[in-house]
């Protein structure tokens, strides 16, 4: 069983703790996502076909591939899923209120990450999502900050400015 | 977050749509111009962003889709973004699962899809205004 960096998509042992590529630590996947197995009779009639090639696939594929296959099962009829759970938060609206007030790169960048937290999420990846989500939060501060100082430099200037002409054309 | 930190922001953003209520950026020097454009005299994606505020605080949809189309179509999707998050993260970690309808709103408005494609609409926006 490998583990998958979540950074560099580089397969480590499952006992590692960073990543042997890039030195990301290295996050495994929830338990829970894994073993989506669980009956529940309602939903398992319609879907039973889907659900046993699903199963059949898993245990030949890699924990990746294992990975992805219980999060498309998962969003079908999986009884553990994340769905009804409240991800943590992307930060998009003020990455995207940075963006088009003032700093069109923060706020790119936020938007990456706030996608990135997503997708994180409900792959079952909860940490990586969590950490994905401090990321925007850092972002969105700095773009709050650079914003301000920047306004606030602003406004001195043209106050100066305008106490200077005027000091000016009284002398 | 801390009680008065939110009445700090809260105070903040009142005044501040004030502020752009009473002004006209487009007639006042009091508001900062964007720094891409007096550096490269190309337009970016949030030029005219405050003119199209103001423009929409007096209610003049028309000039405010004239000064920033993307950013007039973007604020009321912003106010929808804030109030969601507000309600879902104000009431979560105490009680249990969050209200399903603001949980879908968040995923399909403002989840991952919604992500890439203001991005994608961002930079087609970028590029658009300063080749047309």
Same mark, same amino acid.
């Given at each position: 069983m490998d583990i998958i960096c979540g950074n560099c998509s580089l397969a480590n042992p499952s006992n590692a703790k960073f990543c042997k590529g890039c030195g990301y630590e290295l996050i495994p996947p929830d338990k829970n996502e894994q073993s989506t197995k669980t009956t529940s009779t309602k939903e398992q009639e319609p879907k039973a076909e889907v659900k046993s090639e699903q199963s059949a696939t898993q245990q030949s594929a890699t924990q990746q591939s294992a %990975?992805?296959? =219980? $999060? %498309?099962q998962q969003s079908v009829n999986g009884p553990i899923d994340r769905k009804h759970e409240l991800p943590p938060k992307t930060y998009l609206v003020h990455s995207i209120l940075a963006t088009i007030f003032c700093c069109l790169p923060f706020g790119i960048v936020g938007i990456v990450y706030a996608a990135g937290v997503e997708s994180a999420f409900y792959r079952g990846y909860h940490?990586? $999502? +969590?950490? /994905? =989500?401090?990321? $925007? /939060?850092?972002w969105t501060i700095v773009a709050i900050i650079v914003g301000l100082i920047g306004g606030f430099l602003y406004l001195l200037l043209i106050l100066g400015g305008a106490i200077a002409s005027k000091t000016l054309l009284n002398n | 977050m801390q009680r008065w930190y939110k009445l700090l922001i809260a105070c903040g953003l009142l005044v501040a749509v004030i502020i752009y209520a009473l002004f006209d950026p487009a007639e006042s020097g009091l508001f900062p111009k964007c720094p891409f454009l007096q550096l490269t005299g190309l337009l970016c994606p949030g030029c005219g962003s405050q003119r199209a505020l103001h423009s929409l605080l007096v209610g003049d949809i028309k000039a405010a889709f004239h000064y920033n189309p993307l950013a007039t179509l973007l604020f009321p999707y912003l106010i929808l973004g804030f109030v969601v998050e507000l309600l879902l993260y104000s009431k979560s970690g105490t009680s249990g699962s969050p209200n399903a309808i603001l +949980?879908?709103?968040? /995923? @399909? +408005? @403002?989840?991952?899809a919604a992500a890439y494609i203001i991005l994608v609409a961002v930079l087609l926006f970028w590029g658009g205004r300063n080749i047309l």
């Open positions: %990975t992805q296959q =219980s $999060a %498309t940490d990586l $999502a +969590l950490q /994905k =989500s401090r990321r $925007a /939060k850092i | +949980l879908w709103l968040r /995923k @399909f +408005l @403002f989840g991952r």
